[in-house]
């Protein structure tokens, strides 16, 4: 591997210069280690989305429940009080 810098040649897996120190570009490894970066990501970020849906569907059943109570509260009383 050569250096851009100095163009030294180093060990293939050299992460530095071993002339100058310049900090030797791998795209290979770099396109690996990204991926699997962003794989990790994606995962966490599917498990948390899918946490999120799970609480919303609670709250939304929860909410409903209780919105059809007051429906129910509302039109019972309307149908006790409803004829003046
Ligand atoms: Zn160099």
């Given at each position: 591997m050569y250096c851009p810098t100095c163009q030294n040649q180093n060990n293939k897996n050299a992460l530095f210069?071993?002339?100058?120190?310049?900090?030797?570009?791998?795209?290979?490894q770099e396109k690996k280690s990204r991926n699997s970066v962003s794989d990790k990501l994606l995962?966490?970020?599917?498990?948390?989305?899918?946490?999120?849906?799970?609480?919303?569907?609670?709250?939304?059943?929860?909410?409903?429940?209780?919105?059809y109570k007051i429906v129910n509260l509302l039109t019972e009383s309307r149908y006790n009080y409803g004829f003046y």
């Open positions: 210069c071993k002339s100058c120190g310049t900090k030797l570009y791998h795209p290979q995962i966490i970020f599917c498990f948390v989305f899918f946490l999120l849906l799970c609480i919303w569907l609670k709250i939304f059943i929860f909410e409903l429940q209780k919105f």
